[in-house]
Every structure is written in structure tokens, then in C-alpha cells.
């Protein structure tokens, strides 16, 4: 297969930045960080443009860099975390479990697979299999970081583990 | 199925991001370029790359790596041998990375290693994969665990190696020993290290409930670790040969954990607080523990809602704190006072410190993603894996650093 050109690259970050821009906000909640974490994604991607024709599905393969680069940053103990987004006072522990500071907060809680996992199923509307193949594991271990993730949240938010089916009446 | 519930909770955070992106199309082609040529001509240099991540997202914390090292002496303590100490020489030397075989699976990783540095073990992936253990570089066995997800956490030198899968949503507990897979006693067992003495040390309790467990042997009944009061939740993460277990707890799963020790004598303490820039750490989070001392990384949360980390260990027969010379995560501590550390950034391999000297393990072909998981009693044997996922890597590969 013929290396492809800066053009081609173009055209792809150009038909692409949006939904990968909404997916890296979606995962870490801040508008400017999902710009830095874009960013380090085309940068790989461009590192590896000559090579890329070898992939198969050009799509899975920079969302997998993407998702790999939100987990890197979590995980690394010596990058400053940003543990809170947005406004620098955090958010009370025990906020309305329907405010989205209050829920990222509680995201924010989590291990990064887990946080990864709920926001690809759950947010991106991603199946099993292709949040599992995004983060080269198993489906057993996205449902099973699923259900942790879940039960924790949960737990933070307060949200009792088997609600009714009818949301009760908060008030 | 889609869990409606669950989409409904998380639905307060189906928002867009604010303003036009902020995307350098062709700054990303610059660097991208430059990347390409640090590796195709570099190689193996210690090229630090500060990526746009590090550079726009965080801080580096340079402050910590740049301060003048405390220079950790190798002490004896209450609990060494203190012959082994004075026989360990000035640094690791020599030390070349092999990649261990594989049974013919592409991607594997090593999570588990024993003091000797002659068992290893971790999993495979894709058909056919599982539990694998390493014996002197060569396949030695591979327990079936019953259960999804299935892993070993760690082994001990005379290759008993604990590990768990996920039964459903139940976490079980494993013991693999002389070529047998056996259940650990309890409900919810994640058994998490093992000494040479066959003492196992984890979790157990359904998530959320998790609480630190000791089986003193592995046909042991699972017996709770005492917790302080006001405390509820928690787990040991790593036991001495001495018997004396490190983990972290918390008052309930919901807050923040912290280092606490269970000793020989069958009394606990809480770890005190390290003094760091500023004042004292919120929390200490241990990651390993060997010959009296216990290495990990402290915790400082500031008002800003930013979280800083700096690498220290601390000995426990007099409760005394020590900066390590480098600050990376995780550090594995070894019984010669050598500590194995994570790789200082994108693009380096693991580091082993000894006092202050810092030697850097050489990179496996050309991955740039590295996680450790164990070192042995001497400091000359690293395991772990790449992460990367470019050209022939393709995901987790198994290696072992050997030094002499």
C-alpha cells in the first residue's frame, strides 16, 4: 500500500477533529484539556501517517491512541492530575446526583479504566466489543470494569444500587 | 442491552465542550515529523519528549526531581541481614531487557515475580490465553483459573503464585502450587501478594466493602486484618518476609485510602505523614515493601483541586522518611535497599536507584510504554511489560531486565 500523503492527513483531521474533540471532552470534562489531549493524538497520528495504510480501520485505531492518551495522563503519578474540572472550588461531596460537577467530581473518583469504560459505553454510546478492542482488552473486563465502575459511582453519588423503576419523587 | 439506568446517571455529563477547538493542526505535523526521525535515527537514546499533553495539560513536577537528593543510605535495619546490605555493590551493572516466551500469544503481559528473581508470572491474551509462569526465562506452567479475566498478582520462590478471576460479578481468589489451582477461603478474595513463608496478604468483600485479609497459608481460613477505629474499608497490598503487611485503608470506600502497617506482633499503625513541600502529605500510598522499609508515593491534594505525587520510602523500624532520587510510580523496593521505578516519562524505560545513583534499564526495541511490576530480594531482576501499540508491538509484551 502506497504511504499516504500530508493531504490525505489533512483531510482526515479535518473530516475528524469534531467527533474526536467531543470524545476526549466527554472523557475528561474540560474543553481545554480534551485540546491538549487531541492534539497529542494527531501528533502520534502524524508520527505514524506513512505507516498508517497498514490499519485496517483508521477510525479504532485513533480512538484507541485518544482513549490511551486520557489513560496516560490519569495514570502518570507525576503529571499534576487535574482532580476537579471546571470551577476551582470542588464541587460538595454530596451534590444532586443530576448536576454534571457534582457526577464528573464523582467520575473523577474513579480508576481511569473505569472512568474510560462508562464514559465509551455510556456517554459515547460504544458496544462492548468496540470499548473492549479501544482498550485492548477483553469484553468480561469491560463488563466487569463496568459494573465496578457503576456500583462505585453510585456509591459516591449516593444513587441507591436498585432503584425502583419509577424514579421516586426527590423532593 | 444498554443499562438505562446507567446512561440515565451519567446523562448530566452528555454536554459538548465550550468554544472553537484549539487544535495546532500544523503544529501536530512539526512534531510528528520530528518524531518520526528521533525514531528512526535515535533509537534507544534517552531522548526526553515533553509531549503537547505534558506541556499543555500539567506540570511536570521538576521541582521534585531537581532538589538536591537525600542520597537514601542503605542502613540496616531491625529486620535486615545486615551481611546481604554491605555485600550489595554501588549500582546494578550490565543489565540487558529480554522479552520472555509466550506459548505463541502475541500479547502478554508480567504481573508477578518472587524474591529470587527465578519466577515470574502474568497472563497471556487471545484464544487460548491465561495464567502463565515463568521459571529461569522458560515456560514453566499454566494454571487454569476458573473464571473470566483471569491473572496472578504474585509469586514466591518456591513458585506458589496467588492470583483471581471474576466469577460473574464475584472476584475469587486463587492459589496455584506442584502443578495444582486451588480456591482461597472466603467470599470475594483478591489475593494480592505472598511471601517466601507462603503468608498471603489481599482484599476481600464485595466491592465498595473491600477489607484487608491475611490466609497464613494457602489452605488457610481467610482471617480480617483488626482496622482502627472509625476505619471500614481497605486492603493489604504487599506482605515482608518478616510477616509485616502494608496496605491502605480508609474510614469508608467512598474516601480517600492511606499507608497503615499490621507488624509481626500483631499491632497496627498508621503510617505517618511524610513532610513534603509545604507541610505534611494528605496520604500515602504504599507500593511495595521489603527487608523493613516500604516505597511508594505521597499524596498532596491542593486547593486548586490538583493532585501532586512525590516517590519516597520509609522505614518502619523508626518511622523516618526519605525522598527518593527520582519521582516516578511505582517503586519496588528490593531487599538490598535498590528500588526499581516506573520509567520518569513517555518515552524512557524503568530506572533502578540505588542511594542516590540512578541507572537506567535499556529499552526493548522500539517501545516507548513501559509498566514494572516486580524486582527481586537483590535488585538485579525487573519484570514487567510495553504498553505500546505501533508497528510490531502489538500491545503487552512480557520482559525481564537482568543486571549483574
Known amino acids: 500500500m502506497p504511504e499516504r500523503s500530508d493531504r490525505d492527513y489533512l483531510a482526515y483531521v479535518h473530516a475528524r477533529v469534531a467527533g474526536l474533540r467531543r470524545t476526549a471532552f466527554l472523557l475528561c470534562g474540560d474543553s481545554h484539556q480534551a485540546d491538549d489531549f487531541v492534539q497529542e493524538t494527531l501528533t502520534k497520528l502524524y508520527a505514524r501517517w506513512p505507516r498508517i495504510g497498514r490499519v485496517d480501520n483508521v477510525d479504532a485505531y485513533v480512538h484507541t491512541m485518544l482513549v490511551r492518551v486520557f489513560l496516560d495522563d490519569r495514570r502518570r503519578g507525576w503529571w499534576k492530575v487535574r482532580l476537579l474540572t471546571g470551577p476551582p472550588e470542588p464541587p460538595p461531596a454530596e451534590g444532586n446526583p443530576e448536576d454534571g460537577p457534582v457526577v464528573r467530581a464523582a467520575l473523577a473518583k474513579l480508576p481511569p479504566r473505569q472512568q474510560a469504560v462508562l464514559v465509551l459505553r455510556y456517554l459515547c454510546d460504544k458496544p462492548v466489543r468496540e470499548v473492549a478492542e479501544l482498550l485492548r482488552c477483553s469484553e468480561g473486563t469491560v463488563k466487569s470494569q463496568t459494573a465496578h465502575g457503576l456500583t462505585r459511582l453510585r456509591a459516591l453519588l449516593g444513587v441507591p444500587d436498585l432503584e425502583p423503576a419509577v424514579s421516586p419523587n426527590r423532593w | ?404
Not at chain 2, 181 to 202: F, K, R, S, Y
Not at chain 2, 354 to 366: D, I, N
Request: net charge neutral.
Open chain 2, 1 to 404: 442491552m444498554i443499562d438505562e439506568r446507567a446512561v440515565r446517571l451519567l446523562r448530566p455529563l452528555r454536554e459538548e465542550p465550550e468554544g472553537p477547538p484549539l487544535i495546532d493542526v500544523p503544529r501536530t505535523m512539526v512534531e510528528g515529523r520530528r518524531r518520526r526521525v528521533l525514531r528512526r535515527w535515535s533509537g534507544g537514546a534517552a531522548l526526553i519528549t515533553l509531549t503537547s499533553v505534558a506541556a499543555g495539560g500539567g506540570t511536570l513536577a521538576v521541582s521534585a526531581l531537581r532538589e538536591p537528593v537525600p542520597a537514601p543510605t542503605v542502613t540496616a535495619t531491625a529486620t535486615a541481614a545486615p551481611s546481604q546490605v554491605a555485600a550489595a555493590p554501588a549500582v546494578p551493572t550490565g543489565c540487558k531487557v529480554t522479552r520472555l516466551p509466550t506459548d505463541g500469544a502475541r500479547k502478554a503481559a508480567l504481573t508477578a515475580g518472587d524474591p529470587s528473581g527465578r519466577y515470574l508470572g502474568g497472563r497471556t491474551y487471545g484464544t487460548g490465553g491465561g495464567p502463565i509462569i515463568w521459571k529461569d526465562g522458560r515456560i514453566f506452567a499454566r494454571p487454569r483459573l476458573t473464571g473470566e479475566d483471569a491473572g496472578l498478582n504474585d509469586i514466591n520462590s518456591s513458585g506458589v503464585a496467588v492470583g483471581s478471576a471474576f466469577l460473574g460479578q464475584r472476584q475469587q481468589g486463587y492459589v496455584y502450587r506442584d502443578g495444582r489451582v486451588t480456591e482461597l477461603d472466603g467470599q470475594h478474595t483478591a489475593p494480592l501478594a505472598i511471601n517466601d513463608a507462603g503468608v498471603i496478604v489481599g482484599a476481600i468483600g464485595e466491592v465498595l466493602h473491600e477489607a484487608p485479609v491475611r490466609w497464613d497459608s494457602p489452605g488457610a481460613t481467610a482471617v480480617r486484618l483488626p482496622l482502627p477505629a472509625g476505619m471500614t474499608s481497605g486492603r493489604a497490598d504487599a506482605v515482608d518476609e518478616d510477616g509485616t503487611v502494608v496496605g491502605r485503608i480508609a474510614a469508608d470506600s467512598s474516601k480517600l485510602d492511606s499507608g497503615y502497617l499490621w507488624l509481626p506482633d500483631g499491632t497496627g499503625r498508621a503510617m505517618e505523614m511524610p513532610e513534603i513541600e509545604g507541610g505534611p502529605a494528605d496520604y500515602f500510598w504504599p507500593d511495595s515493601i521489603s527487608n523493613g522499609w516500604v516505597a511508594g508515593r505521597a499524596v498532596d491534594d491542593r486547593a486548586d483541586g490538583s493532585r501532586w505525587f512525590t516517590a519516597m520510602r520509609y522505614r518502619i523500624a523508626d518511622g523516618s522518611w526519605q525522598k527518593l532520587p527520582k519521582n516516578v510510580h511505582p517503586n519496588l523496593i528490593a531487599e538490598n535497599g535498590w528500588v526499581a521505578g516506573g520509567p520518569a516519562g513517555r518515552d524512557e524505560a524503568p530506572i533502578i536507584t540505588a542511594g542516590s545513583e540512578v541507572v537506567r534499564l535499556p529499552r526493548y526495541k522500539t517501545a516507548k510504554e513501559y509498566e514494572i511490576s516486580t524486582v527481586s530480594a537483590d535488585g538485579r531482576r525487573v519484570g514487567g511489560y510495553i504498553t505500546d501499540m505501533e508497528g510490531e508491538l502489538v500491545g503487552n509484551e512480557p520482559l525481564l531486565w537482568t543486571c549483574r
